[in-house]
């Protein structure tokens, strides 16, 4: 089982920055990849920033320019630091750990984890 811990979440004003941590932890085979995705209140959950382990990172359209993910594969952590937050930032932002082997030729699924979410809320 992988246990998946989240922090760094909490109040902050319009224009403000947060950073978000997340480590992965237990029964680790290979990650394949880490990424945050959010759910907003009445909203559905998206898909907001991935990061491959080598390095290959996708933003969803809303958070390009503003958003960073980066990934300390030593340390099975990923980071998202926000910048220039708005209050359409406001949500629940889980971690989400995909773990994949190679062989034959192609990647194959081991296991999908997600952590329980952090709440980032944007507000004056």
């Known amino acids: 089982q992988v246990q998946v811990a989240e922090s760094g979440g909490g109040l902050v004003q319009p224009g403000g920055s947060l950073r978000l941590s997340c480590e992965a932890s237990?029964?680790?085979?290979?990650?394949?990849?880490m990424g945050w995705e959010r759910q907003a209140p009445g909203k559905q959950r998206e898909v907001v920033a991935t990061i491959t382990s080598d390095g290959v990172t996708n933003y969803v359209d809303s958070v390009k320019g503003r958003f960073t993910i980066s990934r300390d594969n030593a340390k099975n952590t990923v980071y998202l630091q926000m910048n220039s937050l708005t209050p359409e930032d406001t949500a629940v932002y889980y971690c989400?750990?995909?773990?994949?082997?190679?062989?034959?030729?192609?990647?194959?699924?081991?296991?999908?984890?997600w952590g329980q979410g952090i709440q980032v809320t944007v507000s004056s």
């Open positions: 989400h750990v995909d773990q994949r082997t190679y062989f034959h030729g192609s990647y194959h699924p081991v296991s999908d984890s």
């Open positions: 237990g029964r680790i085979i290979s990650i394949y990849a």
